[in-house]
């Protein structure tokens, strides 16, 4: 970038930040006037979203602009430190205890020390790097607090859980993580698109999957204990997360007294959610034994009674097989598409096909990738942000990394998602934006 045009953009960021900072502000200044608990479904207006997208947007390419490389070069190099860190704190109880505190007095580390084990000199370092990127607080000398980051997982055991699949709790991802570049640089492995030859296997044995080791792994193995333990409480967990506003930002009203099937559904908390809020829809949760098995008492707890009164069906089936619920108005599949590759994904969206009435659609939500340069399906950010609005999509890339050395799987841009849908005979009918990490790609029979 020549030096005039290095000015101009620092000066339209800056313009875009005060523009943004002053409708949040706006945002606040109108909350503080409203009841406490206005905003039960925890989604930004859309207004705040969009704010909050081009501020954290902007400020990125502040930095961009005006770091010294080699500091940025740094601190990406090292950033799993971070991972490491918060992985401690969570699986320490920090923000449970710490939640105790009187608010501006916080709780002291020889105290946390006590309480979690940790040794209080190795503690105070752990406490001061989560500092640093907000989690938590150094409100005086040597005592802490949470922040609005760290309050998240407080009483939360599947906020906790979602947490720690990526740190080094949960052995099957970090593991296969740490053997991407092995096996991206491997020249027979590099270009095969088998979901049983990629990093995973690296990791931990041919022909395993993380499903396998979900649902045969050895009970006495304490990773595969811990495997199918975690996994189910945190996909609870990604759907507090991630996926608030897949409720409010699909017209889920407009359906009625519609059957919605969740294939792949986990224990089936996003219908959980649905559930609770459109009393006539009906619920058929579909997925393999382990987390079927986890999902009665969820929704035992959830709504008393669902399974006796029918608004909920909880089966064991395996997507690869024949449908066996003809006709529905939806088939919901959140978090499926990005575990496999495309051969795989046709597979499972033809079983769908085969099953869909005239009226029938399939919903995916994912987490549905931006190119820099932007698509028609999805909202450009203003310049001279790219048009993915920067560092807002890098989550989604680091997700696409966990999936490529998972299953040689992937995050989709609404272009791949098209593919895919035709190949399968199928056609995007919509992008839904949703204000959160995930969008709904919608499909409908070609
Ligand atoms: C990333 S999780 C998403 C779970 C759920 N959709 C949610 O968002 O909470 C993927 C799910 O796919 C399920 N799964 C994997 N292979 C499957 C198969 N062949 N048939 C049915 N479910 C499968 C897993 O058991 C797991 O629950």
């Given at each position: 970038m020549s030096p005039s045009n290095?000015?101009?953009?620092?000066?339209?960021?800056?313009?875009?930040?005060?523009?943004?900072s002053e409708q949040v502000i706006q945002e606040w200044e109108t909350e503080d006037q409203?009841?406490?608990?206005?905003?039960?479904?925890?989604?930004?207006?859309?207004?705040?979203?969009?704010?909050?997208?081009?501020?954290?947007?902007?400020?990125?390419?502040?930095?961009e602009l005006v770091e010294d490389p080699r500091v940025r070069l740094l601190e990406i190099s090292i950033s799993y430190a971070m991972t490491q860190a918060l992985d401690t704190t969570v699986r320490a109880g920090v923000p449970d205890i710490l939640a105790e505190a009187e608010p501006f007095d916080g709780i002291s580390v020889a105290e946390l020390s006590r309480r979690t084990g940790i040794d209080e000199q190795k503690l105070v370092r752990v406490m001061r790097v989560l500092c640093s990127g907000g989690v938590y607080e150094e409100i005086k000398?040597?005592?802490?607090?949470?922040?609005?980051?760290?309050?998240?997982?407080?009483?939360?055991?599947?906020?906790?859980?979602?947490?720690?699949?990526?740190?080094?709790?949960?052995?099957?991802?970090?593991?296969?993580?740490?053997?991407?570049?092995?096996?991206l640089l491997d020249p027979k492995m590099t270009n095969s698109t088998s979901p049983l030859e990629c990093a995973f296997q690296r990791a931990?044995?041919?022909?395993?999957?993380?499903?396998?080791?979900?649902?045969?792994?050895?009970?006495?193995?304490?990773?595969?204990?811990?495997a199918r333990e975690m996994f189910p409480l945190a996909m609870i967990g990604q759907g507090q997360m991630a996926s608030s506003a897949l409720i409010v930002d699909y017209p889920w009203g407009s359906l009625g007294a519609a059957t919605v099937v969740d294939v792949g559904g986990g224990v089936g908390s996003m219908c959980l959610d649905l559930a609770k809020r459109f009393p006539d829809m009906r619920f058929v949760v579909e997925d393999l034994p382990v987390s079927i098995e986890k999902a009665r008492p969820v929704w035992d707890a959830g709504i008393p009674g669902a399974s006796e009164k029918e608004r909920v069906q909880l089966v064991i089936h395996n997507f690869f097989e024949k449908q066996p619920i003809k006709g529905a108005a939806v088939y919901f599949l959140r978090c499926i598409m990005h575990d496999w590759p495309d051969d795989e994904c046709v597979a499972i969206l033809s079983k769908l096909r085969e099953a869909m009435g005239p009226d029938s659609r399939i919903l995916l939500a994912e987490?549905?990738?931006?190119?820099?340069?932007?698509?028609?399906?999805?909202?450009?950010?203003?310049?001279?942000?790219?048009?993915?609005?920067?560092?807002?999509?890098?989550?989604?890339?680091?997700?696409?990394?966990?999936?490529?050395?998972?299953?040689?799987?992937?995050?989709?841009?609404?272009?791949?998602?098209?593919s895919i849908a035709h190949r399968a005979g199928l056609k995007l009918e919509k992008v839904w934006e949703c204000r959160g990490p995930l969008g709904i790609a919608e499909l409908r029979q070609l």
């Open positions: 290095r000015v101009q953009t620092l000066r339209a960021l800056v313009q875009l930040l005060v523009g943004a409203l009841p406490a608990d206005h905003s039960a479904t925890n989604v930004p207006s859309p207004e705040l979203f969009e704010s909050q997208r081009i501020i954290h947007g902007a400020c990125g390419m502040c930095m000398p040597l005592r802490f607090t949470n922040t609005r980051y760290s309050r998240v997982f407080v009483d939360n055991p599947p906020a906790q859980a979602y947490q720690c699949l990526y740190g080094s709790t949960f052995k099957l991802i970090v593991e296969a993580t740490e053997h991407l570049p092995a096996a931990h044995g041919e022909n395993k999957t993380l499903w396998s080791c979900i649902e045969t792994g050895d009970e006495l193995d304490p990773v595969m204990h811990n987490m549905i990738v931006h190119p820099p340069l932007g698509s028609r399906h999805l909202k450009a950010a203003p310049t001279p942000l790219p048009a993915n609005y920067g560092r807002v999509d890098a989550v989604k890339g680091m997700h696409d990394m966990v999936m490529l050395s998972m299953f040689n799987g992937s995050e989709r841009t609404p272009d791949q998602f098209d």
